[in-house]
């Protein structure tokens, strides 16, 4: 039985873009009000998981050739690099440090080593959350 | 003053809504019904979060509007490819 669903699809392709775009905002959001890496993580896996729902597992596969456990482990290293980078300065473990940049266009920005951690944790929550779900759904038996 | 009190009286009735949509999840002949109910339950939260943020005059719940209405959008299809297919994610769908 065929199924059409030229609707969904068209608008799961625009859609997709603004939930990403949603989500880069809320990672560098997260530094004075709500957001942060792990929110910014769940929110960039509920775009794939829309993009696994709208297609199928090996069509999005070829289009994000990524093996997300791989993903995770990359963060995990980032988040503790960090941790590991402050004691090689000589100060405590995952002691953060900040600065004041002036950026063109974007003016006085505070730029600090919190946002890799950040990064880190990101990566960590994409990676496991797709990792979980790809496999339960990997895992239908019949 | 009384726009105030107009948004209470808004958000007293969307919480009817709530309540008689709750019933309709509950109650609902069909899983169809119970998905449509759910749909409407999470489009008015959306609105009575968007009221509470004006009452309290802050910025600080326009986040949470945006990625509920994405929890809800991708539940509802999530839901309707179920009841159509069967499965949610497929492994290679034949089109």
Known sequence: MRINDVILRTVVRFVVFIILTLAIYL?????????????????????FVLLYVTFDIEKVKKGIPVDFKKVAALGVFLAVGTGFGSVLFGVDFLTQA???FH??????????TVML???????TVV???MTIIVSIAEGDGD | MMIKGILTIALIFFTITVVICLYRVIKGPTLPDRVVALDMIGVNMLSMIAIISLLQ?????????????ILSFIGTIAFSKYIERGVII??????
Do not use: D
Not at chain 1, 103 to 112: R, V
Not at chain 1, 117 to 123: I, P, S, T
Not at chain 2, 90 to 95: A, F, P, T, V
């Open chain 1, 127 to 129: 990676g496991v959350v």
């Open chain 1, 98 to 100: 900040a600065k004041k």
């Open chain 1, 103 to 112: 950026i063109p266009l974007l003016g006085e920005k505070e730029l600090g």
């Open chain 1, 27 to 47: 990672f560098f959001a997260g530094h004075y009000s709500p957001g942060g890496g792990f929110i910014g993580g769940l929110v960039i896996a509920s775009a």
């Open chain 2, 90 to 95: 497929e492994r290679k769908s034949n089109r």
């Open chain 2, 57 to 69: 005059n802050t910025t600080a719940y326009l986040e949470v509007i945006l990625i509920l209405g």
């Open chain 1, 117 to 123: 951690f950040e990064l880190g944790v990101a990566l």
